[in-house]
């Protein structure tokens, strides 16, 4: 007579402990998270928000810094070894954000590192970032004496706008002219910065950029010229975009407890 089988039991029951354990370790997670410092939680809250690179350098600094592909620890001041996560000061991981989008910037734009003559200076600052966009005749941003933009200036502005609207950066722009520049009758230095300021507000809006996330849109011919370089030099001849943080859609972390 043939032994009877014995009956093997399913593994049903280990999915269900395995199950039940992470259920335990999210639910460890989060009470260890709302037990931490409200610091701690906001630059939790921000790093989730807003993903950026954390290789990419703090700095301490509360002025402006200018940012440098090359050497993103340049000016930055000493680094704790507790990584993005153990800062708690919600302004050095801003700092850390915009060092990463000016990063990315540099990379969609695909520019060498040739900072003799450099179509674009990106400046982090303490409430957002400075781009400036040089008109140069090696790379111009403008075709000749007008307000409108080259293949390599609309290339420019169309990456601009979607590195604007992604981040949700309110956005002044300045138009800047240099001396001894001669123009038809009845248009001036004047005309020039302000149809170029101009003109690189319909790009942006054209491309991806809420028009209320433009907060001002001046000319200043060439009273303004660049510190350290003679009047008539072509450094000055530039659009320069002030990015803010400021009014971006940022709620506060709730650290209440859970009801």
Known sequence: MARKKEAHHGGAWKVAYADFVTAM?????VLWICAQDKKILLATSEYFQSPF???????KSDGIMEFNSSRPNKGSGSQDSGGVGAS???????????????????????LDEDFAAKPIEIQVT???MRITLFDRARKPLFKDQTAEFTEWGNFMMQNLSWL????RFQVVIEGHTRTGMVFPEGYTAWDLSSDRANAARRALTHYAVDEKRIDRVTGYAATRPVPD???DSESNQRVTLSLSMGKRER????SSPIQ
Do not use: C, W
């Open 164 to 167: 604007i609207e992604r981040h």
């Open 251 to 254: 709620k506060p972390f709730d």
């Open 126 to 128: 303490s409430d957002g």
């Open 53 to 59: 690179n954390a290789q990419v350098a703090k700095s």
């Open 88 to 110: 708690s000061d919600p302004k050095e991981v801003d700092l850390q954000f915009l060092n990463s989008v000016a990063s990315d910037f540099y990379r969609l734009l695909n």
């Open 229 to 231: 370089e003679p009047t």
């Open 25 to 29: 370790m999210a639910l460890f997670m």
